[in-house]
Protein backbone atom coordinates (compact mmCIF):
# COMPACT_ATOMS: atom_id res chain seq x y z
CA UNK A 1 0.00 0.00 0.00
CA UNK A 2 1.30 3.38 -0.73
CA UNK A 3 2.16 6.11 1.75
CA UNK A 4 1.74 8.95 0.04
CA UNK A 5 -1.80 10.27 1.39
CA UNK A 6 -3.21 10.59 -2.01
CA UNK A 7 -2.58 7.46 -3.51
CA UNK A 8 -3.55 5.59 0.19
CA UNK A 9 -6.99 7.41 0.18
CA UNK A 10 -7.42 6.67 -3.65
CA UNK A 11 -6.94 3.10 -2.85
CA UNK A 12 -9.24 3.02 0.40
CA UNK A 13 -12.00 4.22 -2.71
CA UNK A 14 -11.43 2.05 -5.11
CA UNK A 15 -11.14 -0.72 -2.46
CA UNK A 16 -14.74 0.60 -1.28
CA UNK A 17 -16.76 0.30 -4.60
CA UNK A 18 -15.67 4.20 -5.58
CA UNK A 19 -13.87 3.24 -8.77
CA UNK A 20 -15.12 6.07 -10.64
CA UNK A 21 -12.93 8.51 -8.01
CA UNK A 22 -9.92 9.65 -11.13
CA UNK A 23 -7.52 11.49 -8.14
CA UNK A 24 -7.57 12.68 -4.62
CA UNK A 25 -5.95 15.95 -3.64
CA UNK A 26 -4.72 15.92 0.13
CA UNK A 27 -6.38 17.97 2.76
CA UNK A 28 -4.85 20.04 5.22
CA UNK A 29 -6.12 20.77 8.77
CA UNK A 30 -7.07 17.18 9.78
CA UNK A 31 -4.64 15.71 13.40
CA UNK A 32 -5.97 12.21 13.67
CA UNK A 33 -6.85 11.01 9.77
CA UNK A 34 -5.63 11.47 6.88
CA UNK A 35 -8.37 13.11 4.62
CA UNK A 36 -8.45 15.03 0.59
CA UNK A 37 -10.95 16.38 -2.05
CA UNK A 38 -11.71 13.33 -4.40
CA UNK A 39 -12.37 14.26 -8.73
CA UNK A 40 -15.26 11.99 -10.02
CA UNK A 41 -15.59 11.03 -13.22
CA UNK A 42 -18.62 13.29 -13.82
CA UNK A 43 -16.02 16.22 -12.57
CA UNK A 44 -17.44 16.56 -8.91
CA UNK A 45 -16.11 16.09 -5.85
CA UNK A 46 -16.56 14.42 -2.62
CA UNK A 47 -14.64 14.61 0.85
CA UNK A 48 -12.81 11.69 1.91
CA UNK A 49 -10.82 10.70 4.86
CA UNK A 50 -9.33 7.21 6.34
CA UNK A 51 -7.13 5.95 9.11
CA UNK A 52 -3.86 3.91 8.17
CA UNK A 53 -4.42 1.94 10.86
CA UNK A 54 -8.49 2.38 12.01
CA UNK A 55 -8.44 2.51 15.86
CA UNK A 56 -11.45 0.40 16.22
CA UNK A 57 -14.69 -0.89 13.10
CA UNK A 58 -16.93 1.81 14.55
CA UNK A 59 -15.15 4.89 13.94
CA UNK A 60 -16.81 6.43 10.90
CA UNK A 61 -20.03 4.53 11.62
CA UNK A 62 -20.60 6.85 15.28
CA UNK A 63 -18.97 10.24 13.17
CA UNK A 64 -21.57 9.69 10.69
CA UNK A 65 -24.28 9.05 13.55
CA UNK A 66 -23.29 12.77 14.54
CA UNK A 67 -23.83 14.29 11.59
CA UNK A 68 -27.28 12.87 11.07
CA UNK A 69 -28.15 13.51 14.65
CA UNK A 70 -27.08 16.90 14.66
CA UNK A 71 -28.86 18.11 11.75
CA UNK A 72 -32.00 16.33 12.19
CA UNK A 73 -32.67 17.30 15.73
CA UNK A 74 -30.68 20.17 16.10
CA UNK A 75 -31.30 21.51 12.46
CA UNK A 76 -27.19 22.30 11.84
CA UNK A 77 -26.30 22.15 8.50
CA UNK A 78 -23.97 19.02 8.14
CA UNK A 79 -22.29 17.42 4.80
CA UNK A 80 -24.37 14.72 3.31
CA UNK A 81 -22.73 11.06 4.32
CA UNK A 82 -22.10 9.33 0.97
CA UNK A 83 -20.26 6.45 2.31
CA UNK A 84 -19.41 5.40 5.71
CA UNK A 85 -17.91 1.64 6.49
CA UNK A 86 -15.01 0.71 8.72
CA UNK A 87 -11.72 1.79 6.24
CA UNK A 88 -13.08 5.16 4.91
CA UNK A 89 -15.27 8.16 5.64
CA UNK A 90 -17.00 10.07 2.19
CA UNK A 91 -19.09 12.98 2.26
CA UNK A 92 -20.36 15.87 0.24
CA UNK A 93 -18.44 18.96 0.01
CA UNK A 94 -18.28 21.80 2.32
CA UNK A 95 -16.20 25.29 1.46
CA UNK A 96 -14.29 27.35 3.98
CA UNK A 97 -15.87 29.51 5.90
CA UNK A 98 -16.44 33.71 5.10
CA UNK A 99 -14.20 36.14 7.38
CA UNK A 100 -17.26 38.07 7.93
CA UNK A 101 -19.03 39.16 10.99
CA UNK A 102 -22.26 38.19 9.51
CA UNK A 103 -21.50 34.47 8.97
CA UNK A 104 -20.29 34.09 12.79
CA UNK A 105 -23.70 35.61 13.70
CA UNK A 106 -25.44 33.63 11.58
CA UNK A 107 -23.62 30.70 13.62
CA UNK A 108 -24.22 31.92 16.88
CA UNK A 109 -28.33 31.50 16.27
CA UNK A 110 -27.80 28.09 14.65
CA UNK A 111 -25.65 26.94 17.72
CA UNK A 112 -27.77 28.39 20.14
CA UNK A 113 -30.78 26.76 18.74
CA UNK A 114 -28.99 23.33 18.87
CA UNK A 115 -28.18 23.99 22.43
CA UNK A 116 -31.93 25.05 23.97
CA UNK A 117 -33.81 22.46 21.98
CA UNK A 118 -32.03 19.64 22.23
CA UNK A 119 -32.38 19.49 26.39
CA UNK A 120 -32.22 16.07 27.65
CA UNK A 121 -32.67 14.57 31.30
CA UNK A 122 -29.21 12.39 31.74
CA UNK A 123 -25.79 12.85 30.52
CA UNK A 124 -24.22 10.58 27.89
CA UNK A 125 -24.82 8.97 24.65
CA UNK A 126 -26.63 5.52 23.84
CA UNK A 127 -23.23 4.64 22.78
CA UNK A 128 -19.48 5.83 22.84
CA UNK A 129 -18.36 7.26 19.63
CA UNK A 130 -14.47 9.22 19.16
CA UNK A 131 -12.61 11.94 20.07
CA UNK A 132 -9.43 11.43 17.24
CA UNK A 133 -8.02 8.13 17.91
CA UNK A 134 -9.19 7.65 21.53
CA UNK A 135 -12.66 6.73 22.43
CA UNK A 136 -15.17 8.80 24.20
CA UNK A 137 -16.61 7.19 26.83
CA UNK A 138 -20.96 7.91 27.18
CA UNK A 139 -21.74 6.06 29.81
CA UNK A 140 -25.57 7.28 30.74
CA UNK A 141 -25.12 9.78 34.45
CA UNK A 142 -27.69 11.54 36.37
CA UNK A 143 -25.31 14.28 37.34
CA UNK A 144 -23.68 16.75 35.03
CA UNK A 145 -20.83 16.92 37.55
CA UNK A 146 -20.37 13.58 37.66
CA UNK A 147 -20.23 12.76 34.33
CA UNK A 148 -17.41 15.45 33.16
CA UNK A 149 -15.10 14.28 35.80
CA UNK A 150 -15.35 10.99 34.60
CA UNK A 151 -15.34 10.75 31.81
CA UNK A 152 -14.50 13.77 30.10
CA UNK A 153 -11.18 15.04 32.71
CA UNK A 154 -10.00 11.75 34.68
CA UNK A 155 -10.70 9.81 31.94
CA UNK A 156 -7.44 10.97 30.33
CA UNK A 157 -5.02 10.22 33.10
CA UNK A 158 -4.31 6.49 32.41
CA UNK A 159 -3.11 7.74 28.98
CA UNK A 160 0.82 6.84 28.63
CA UNK A 161 1.79 10.75 27.39
CA UNK A 162 -0.64 12.10 29.77
CA UNK A 163 1.40 10.43 32.76
CA UNK A 164 4.06 11.52 31.18
CA UNK A 165 3.57 15.36 30.67
CA UNK A 166 1.62 15.35 34.27
CA UNK A 167 3.48 15.04 37.04
CA UNK A 168 1.91 13.36 40.43
CA UNK A 169 1.23 16.82 41.48
CA UNK A 170 -0.69 17.83 38.35
CA UNK A 171 -2.97 14.73 38.18
CA UNK A 172 -3.43 15.05 41.99
CA UNK A 173 -4.69 18.79 41.16
CA UNK A 174 -6.95 17.76 38.78
CA UNK A 175 -9.02 15.46 41.15
CA UNK A 176 -9.27 17.94 43.28
CA UNK A 177 -10.28 20.07 40.57
CA UNK A 178 -12.84 17.45 39.79
CA UNK A 179 -14.15 17.26 43.53
CA UNK A 180 -14.91 21.00 43.28
CA UNK A 181 -16.59 21.15 40.33
CA UNK A 182 -20.16 22.05 41.81
CA UNK A 183 -17.93 24.84 43.36
CA UNK A 184 -16.70 25.90 39.86
CA UNK A 185 -19.53 25.81 37.70
CA UNK A 186 -23.09 26.27 37.70
CA UNK A 187 -25.68 23.56 37.12
CA UNK A 188 -26.51 23.63 33.93
CA UNK A 189 -28.92 20.90 31.69
CA UNK A 190 -28.17 18.61 29.41
CA UNK A 191 -27.99 18.99 25.47
CA UNK A 192 -27.09 17.78 22.37
CA UNK A 193 -23.61 19.33 21.47
CA UNK A 194 -21.42 18.35 18.90
CA UNK A 195 -18.25 17.85 21.22
CA UNK A 196 -15.24 18.53 19.25
CA UNK A 197 -16.32 22.40 18.47
CA UNK A 198 -12.63 23.51 17.44
CA UNK A 199 -12.19 26.40 14.78
CA UNK A 200 -11.40 24.32 12.02
CA UNK A 201 -14.74 22.43 12.13
CA UNK A 202 -16.53 24.96 11.31
CA UNK A 203 -17.34 25.12 7.60
CA UNK A 204 -19.83 26.93 5.08
CA UNK A 205 -22.19 25.58 2.44
CA UNK A 206 -21.92 27.29 -0.95
CA UNK A 207 -24.21 29.91 -0.28
CA UNK A 208 -22.61 30.57 2.62
CA UNK A 209 -24.45 29.30 5.82
CA UNK A 210 -22.29 27.71 8.56
CA UNK A 211 -21.93 24.05 8.63
CA UNK A 212 -20.49 21.77 11.12
CA UNK A 213 -17.90 18.42 10.29
CA UNK A 214 -16.51 16.09 12.77
CA UNK A 215 -18.74 15.71 15.90
CA UNK A 216 -18.07 13.13 18.68
CA UNK A 217 -21.28 13.92 20.22
CA UNK A 218 -23.06 13.60 23.28
CA UNK A 219 -25.49 15.18 25.73
CA UNK A 220 -24.12 17.06 27.69
CA UNK A 221 -22.91 20.97 29.20
CA UNK A 222 -23.25 23.74 26.31
CA UNK A 223 -20.81 25.51 27.53
CA UNK A 224 -18.20 22.95 26.71
CA UNK A 225 -19.04 23.06 22.97
CA UNK A 226 -18.44 27.05 23.68
CA UNK A 227 -15.21 27.02 26.02
CA UNK A 228 -13.55 24.99 22.50
CA UNK A 229 -14.33 27.65 20.06
CA UNK A 230 -13.48 30.33 22.65
CA UNK A 231 -9.76 28.56 23.22
CA UNK A 232 -8.81 28.11 19.75
CA UNK A 233 -7.84 30.92 18.64
CA UNK A 234 -10.93 32.14 16.87
CA UNK A 235 -10.39 34.71 14.19
CA UNK A 236 -11.23 38.56 15.05
CA UNK A 237 -14.53 38.80 13.03
CA UNK A 238 -15.95 35.57 15.64
CA UNK A 239 -15.78 38.50 18.40
CA UNK A 240 -19.48 38.97 17.29
CA UNK A 241 -20.31 35.41 17.94
CA UNK A 242 -19.50 35.26 21.57
CA UNK A 243 -21.39 38.03 22.79
CA UNK A 244 -24.89 37.31 20.85
CA UNK A 245 -24.52 33.84 21.63
CA UNK A 246 -24.43 34.64 25.56
CA UNK A 247 -27.48 36.96 24.78
CA UNK A 248 -29.61 34.00 23.11
CA UNK A 249 -28.70 31.51 25.74
CA UNK A 250 -28.66 34.26 28.67
CA UNK A 251 -25.20 33.25 29.67
CA UNK A 252 -23.70 35.21 33.18
CA UNK A 253 -21.21 37.16 32.98
CA UNK A 254 -18.87 35.16 34.30
CA UNK A 255 -19.09 32.82 31.50
CA UNK A 256 -15.66 33.40 30.31
CA UNK A 257 -14.01 32.38 33.62
CA UNK A 258 -15.17 29.09 32.93
CA UNK A 259 -13.81 28.17 30.16
CA UNK A 260 -9.81 26.96 31.03
CA UNK A 261 -11.92 24.76 32.99
CA UNK A 262 -14.19 23.62 30.65
CA UNK A 263 -11.33 23.09 27.56
CA UNK A 264 -9.18 20.68 30.07
CA UNK A 265 -11.18 18.60 28.68
CA UNK A 266 -10.06 18.92 24.93
CA UNK A 267 -6.26 19.54 25.87
CA UNK A 268 -5.84 16.40 27.63
CA UNK A 269 -6.73 14.76 25.05
CA UNK A 270 -4.42 16.35 22.92
CA UNK A 271 -1.92 15.81 24.85
CA UNK A 272 -3.13 11.98 25.17
CA UNK A 273 -2.82 11.84 21.22
CA UNK A 274 -0.18 13.96 19.50
CA UNK A 275 3.40 14.85 19.81
CA UNK A 276 3.83 17.38 20.29
CA UNK A 277 1.00 18.82 22.05
CA UNK A 278 1.10 22.28 21.09
CA UNK A 279 1.52 23.46 24.33
CA UNK A 280 -1.37 22.13 25.84
CA UNK A 281 0.65 20.62 28.46
CA UNK A 282 1.33 24.12 29.63
CA UNK A 283 -2.29 25.13 29.76
CA UNK A 284 -3.02 22.80 31.84
CA UNK A 285 -0.58 22.83 34.41
CA UNK A 286 -1.48 26.34 34.28
CA UNK A 287 -4.95 26.16 35.08
CA UNK A 288 -4.49 23.17 38.23
CA UNK A 289 -1.64 25.37 39.38
CA UNK A 290 -4.88 27.03 42.23
CA UNK A 291 -5.57 23.23 43.02
CA UNK A 292 -2.31 21.97 43.50
CA UNK A 293 -1.40 20.70 46.82
CA UNK A 294 -0.01 22.58 49.61
CA UNK A 295 4.18 21.42 49.60
CA UNK A 296 4.86 19.77 52.67
CA UNK A 297 7.24 21.95 54.91
CA UNK A 298 10.22 19.79 56.96
CA UNK A 299 10.85 20.01 60.30
CA UNK A 300 13.96 22.09 59.60
CA UNK A 301 11.70 25.13 57.87
CA UNK A 302 9.24 24.78 60.44
CA UNK A 303 11.82 25.44 62.87
CA UNK A 304 13.77 27.86 61.32
CA UNK A 305 11.69 31.09 60.85
CA UNK A 306 10.23 30.07 65.33
CA UNK A 307 11.47 32.54 67.97
CA UNK A 308 14.30 30.33 70.08
CA UNK A 309 12.58 28.65 72.81
CA UNK A 310 13.19 29.43 76.26
CA UNK A 311 16.46 27.32 77.67
CA UNK A 312 14.80 24.56 79.62
CA UNK A 313 17.43 25.39 82.59
CA UNK A 314 15.26 28.69 83.29
CA UNK A 315 12.30 28.20 84.79
CA UNK A 316 9.13 30.24 83.94
CA UNK A 317 9.37 33.82 84.87
CA UNK A 318 5.46 34.01 86.18
CA UNK A 319 5.81 32.93 89.67
CA UNK A 320 8.43 35.79 89.92
CA UNK A 321 6.05 38.07 89.46
CA UNK A 322 3.21 37.55 92.14
CA UNK A 323 5.26 39.31 94.86
CA UNK A 324 5.61 42.20 92.29
CA UNK A 325 1.21 41.95 92.02
CA UNK A 326 1.07 41.18 96.03
CA UNK A 327 2.43 44.52 96.58
CA UNK A 328 0.65 46.02 93.73
CA UNK A 329 -2.40 45.04 95.41
CA UNK A 330 -1.46 46.02 99.18
CA UNK A 331 -0.57 49.68 97.61
CA UNK A 332 -3.90 50.21 95.79
CA UNK A 333 -5.42 49.14 99.67
CA UNK A 334 -3.30 51.46 101.46
CA UNK A 335 -4.14 54.10 99.06
CA UNK A 336 -8.05 53.54 99.35
CA UNK A 337 -8.02 53.87 103.12
CA UNK A 338 -5.84 57.44 102.25
CA UNK A 339 -8.23 58.46 100.15
CA UNK A 340 -11.39 57.81 102.60
CA UNK A 341 -9.20 59.95 105.32
CA UNK A 342 -8.73 62.68 103.19
CA UNK A 343 -12.04 62.39 102.00
CA UNK A 344 -12.98 62.89 106.03
CA UNK A 345 -10.72 66.03 106.61
CA UNK A 346 -12.55 67.65 103.58
CA UNK A 347 -15.65 67.24 105.43
CA UNK A 348 -17.16 64.76 102.93
CA UNK A 349 -18.05 62.20 105.84
CA UNK A 350 -19.02 62.97 109.19
CA UNK A 351 -18.33 60.40 112.21
CA UNK A 352 -19.93 60.92 115.63
CA UNK A 353 -18.09 63.78 117.74
CA UNK A 354 -15.79 62.19 120.81
CA UNK A 355 -17.08 63.39 124.11
CA UNK A 356 -15.09 64.94 126.61
CA UNK A 357 -12.27 61.90 127.98
CA UNK A 358 -12.95 60.05 124.50
CA UNK A 359 -10.22 59.88 122.12
CA UNK A 360 -11.23 60.53 118.29
CA UNK A 361 -12.70 57.10 117.18
CA UNK A 362 -13.82 55.77 120.27
CA UNK A 363 -17.05 57.78 119.36
CA UNK A 364 -17.94 55.29 116.75
CA UNK A 365 -20.01 52.13 117.75
CA UNK A 366 -19.59 48.93 116.06
CA UNK A 367 -22.74 49.49 114.39
CA UNK A 368 -21.47 53.02 112.86
CA UNK A 369 -17.84 51.25 111.64
CA UNK A 370 -17.97 47.30 111.97
CA UNK A 371 -14.58 47.00 110.70
CA UNK A 372 -12.88 49.25 113.23
CA UNK A 373 -11.18 51.50 110.31
CA UNK A 374 -12.71 54.68 110.42
CA UNK A 375 -11.59 54.54 114.11
CA UNK A 376 -8.02 54.10 113.53
CA UNK A 377 -8.48 56.59 111.07
CA UNK A 378 -9.52 59.10 113.92
CA UNK A 379 -7.17 58.30 116.30
CA UNK A 380 -4.26 59.32 114.25
CA UNK A 381 -2.70 55.80 112.66
CA UNK A 382 -2.98 57.39 109.31
CA UNK A 383 -4.09 60.73 109.59
CA UNK A 384 -0.62 62.06 110.94
CA UNK A 385 0.25 61.17 107.62
CA UNK A 386 -1.74 63.23 106.42
CA UNK A 387 -1.10 66.53 108.25
CA UNK A 388 1.31 67.88 106.01
CA UNK A 389 -1.09 67.50 102.59
CA UNK A 390 -1.99 70.94 100.99
CA UNK A 391 -5.09 69.97 99.67
CA UNK A 392 -6.66 72.74 97.24
CA UNK A 393 -10.42 73.73 97.47
CA UNK A 394 -12.49 70.90 95.06
CA UNK A 395 -9.79 68.16 95.41
CA UNK A 396 -12.83 66.38 98.10
CA UNK A 397 -15.26 66.55 94.97
CA UNK A 398 -12.79 64.78 92.55
CA UNK A 399 -11.70 61.94 95.06
CA UNK A 400 -15.42 61.09 95.66
CA UNK A 401 -15.65 61.03 92.05
CA UNK A 402 -12.72 58.39 92.21
CA UNK A 403 -14.47 56.58 94.53
CA UNK A 404 -16.72 55.34 92.06
CA UNK A 405 -13.91 53.18 90.33
CA UNK A 406 -12.45 51.45 93.22
CA UNK A 407 -12.70 48.66 95.19
CA UNK A 408 -14.94 49.11 98.48
CA UNK A 409 -12.74 48.90 101.58
CA UNK A 410 -15.07 46.02 103.12
CA UNK A 411 -13.24 43.32 101.04
CA UNK A 412 -10.01 44.53 100.98
CA UNK A 413 -8.93 45.17 104.60
CA UNK A 414 -5.44 45.89 105.54
CA UNK A 415 -2.98 42.96 107.00
CA UNK A 416 -1.88 43.16 110.32
CA UNK A 417 1.51 45.43 110.60
CA UNK A 418 0.47 48.00 107.97
CA UNK A 419 -0.19 51.77 109.80
Not at 28 to 55: I, N, Q
Not at 277 to 289: C, P, Q, S, Y
Not at 328 to 339: D, Q, S
Request: net charge neutral.
Amino acid sequence: MSTAPGSFLLERLHAAGLTDITAVEPATGGLAATAGLARRGDDTSVFVKAFTEPPADDVFATEAEGLTVLREAGGITTPDIILADRDVLVLSTLHPRPTTEAFWEQFAHALAHLHTTTRHPRFGWHQDNWLGRRRQINTWTDDGYDFFAQHRLLRWLTEPRVQQALGPAERAALERLCNRLPDLLPPSPACLTHGDLWTQNVMSTLDGQPALIDPAVSYTWAEVDLAHLWTTAPPPEARAFFDLYADLTNLDTDWRNRMPILQLRQHLAVIAQFTPDWGAADIVRTTLAPFRPAPKTSRADTTRHQPPSRPRSHPARWPLRIPGLIWCHLGWCAAHFLFEGLENRLGHRSYPSAMPGQLPGEALSSATDPDGLARELLAGRVERRLQPVHVRPGLGDELLQLRVARVGYRSHRLPKGIG
